[in-house]
């Protein structure tokens, strides 16, 4: 039985490039951003009026010229006009084009406008004022996005500014979330007394949308040779299978017998840690470049969690979550903690994965423990916002102290 820390630097070290793609930028949102977006032309790609108002020569108005007559209107969108007469003005609307022989811009609400004459109000201008230039925020061929980027809205806007209509970005794994066990029926149906509805595995779904993956969901009953065959089909067809049950002790826990008949490579089964104690972790081995499918990585990767639900979501998002993040080039780091709001016990010899509720108390970030029934109890994730990551070598945790934060919401 491995630690944590080991367990997570193994899974680390099994991490996969899947690849990239090309997408419309629109539904890009969320994806891995994998090449540098660089500014096609200058930003602002012209003199931008800033302000409505007059734009006039500042050389006239040091010269003392007050009053200056509308020769015409630049709006925005317009192509740019020139000042006739450099006593003249020229209205400016917020957008347009600065006009060819002007270099200042006074607001509206410093003049007054009567029979096309623009009367100053203020004796306070300064060259260049109201006027965005060419090219200050961002030179052609900048950089504007860095590949290895999170796609947000912010960067969506961008690639619309830019033109880049199609962007490319980390090709997502093929994901199967596969549930065990003959106790569990669809959300769907009404449960006998002995039956349970499939939680785990919608659970895993919504935590992998997060990630923008679309993973794919089957169910398979406890019976070692179905559960063989299918795997074995599943193997081939998936990048990545994540389980839910069958890696215990029971007599009809068959998963880590199954795997290894299908000669998948076992990294590790049994992490000390709670809950999740089980969890078991592996890989098919890597065929010869010609004996495989190019278009699938040369390995699959295989999450066995055990199958109680908070079992289940502390794997996925202790360990899968680190696993992809970095097979897609982000930098995996988790500095955060939290301060613990009470004294707390915990005396075996594992990990534990304490849930509480966060809350922010004068700019310190608190965990409050949530009293719970164990890795079954589902319903108390819903009370909690994380797990705060508690180490094997202590058993008492005093209030005040800063733990390892792992949030969920």
């Not at 925005?76 to 347009?96: D, F, H, N």
Request: charged content about 25%.
């Amino acid at each position: 039985m491995i630690t944590s820390q080991k367990a997570l630097e193994i899974i680390l070290d099994n991490t996969e490039n899947f690849g990239v793609e090309e997408v419309p930028f629109l539904e890009s949102l969320g994806r891995i951003l994998k090449e540098d977006v660089k500014a096609d032309r200058d930003f602002p790609p012209f003199n931008r009026v800033s302000m409505d108002g007059i734009a006039i020569l500042y050389d006239v108005f040091t010269n003392g010229r007050r009053d200056f007559h509308i020769e015409n209107i630049q709006a925005a969108g317009s192509e740019q006009v020139t000042l006739k007469e450099q006593s003249s003005c020229i209205e400016v609307m917020t957008g347009a084009v600065l006009p060819q022989g002007t270099d200042t811009v006074i607001p509206y609400e410093l003049v007054t406008i009567e029979n096309g004459l623009a009367t100053m109000n203020t004796e306070t201008v300064n060259q260049g004022q109201n006027i965005h230039v060419q090219g200050k925020d961002r030179k052609t061929n900048d950089i504007l996005i860095k590949k290895n980027k999170i796609i947000s809205s912010a960067e969506i806007g961008v690639l619309a500014t830019v033109g880049k209509f199609l962007v490319k970005v980390a090709k997502q794994p093929k994901v199967l979330i596969i549930s065990t066990g003959s106790e569990l029926v669809e959300v769907s149906e009404t449960p006998l007394t002995h039956q349970i509805r499939r939680s785990n595995v919608y659970t895993l779904v919504s935590l992998l949308e997060r990630l923008n993956i679309k993973a794919g969901t089957t169910h398979i009953t406890d019976d070692k040779k179905i559960l063989k065959q299918k795997i074995e089909q599943f193997l081939n067809d998936y990048d990545v299978l994540l389980f839910s049950g069958a890696v215990s002790k029971g007599k009809f826990d068959f998963l880590p017998e199954v795997l290894d008949e299908l000669g998948v490579e076992k990294n590790f089964h049994k992490v000390k840690q709670r809950p999740g104690k089980p969890f078991w972790f592996g890989h098919t081995v890597p065929l010869g470049m010609g004996q495989r499918d190019e278009n699938k990585p040369k390995k699959t990767i295989v999450f066995a969690f055990p199958g109680n639900p908070v079992s289940t979501f502390v794997g996925c998002v202790k360990y899968f979550y680190p696993w992809y993040k970095k097979s897609v080039d982000i930098v995996y780091e988790n500095h955060q903690k939290a301060i613990l709001a009470e004294d707390f016990t915990f005396k075996p010899n594992l990990t534990y994965f304490l849930q509480v509720r966060l809350e922010n108390k004068k700019g310190l970030l608190v965990a409050v423990p949530i009293k719970g029934n164990g890795s079954g109890d589902l319903a108390n994730l819903a009370n909690a916002d994380a797990f705060l990551e508690l180490p094997s070598d202590q058993t008492d945790f005093k209030t005040g102290e800063a733990f390892p934060l792992i949030t969920y919401r």
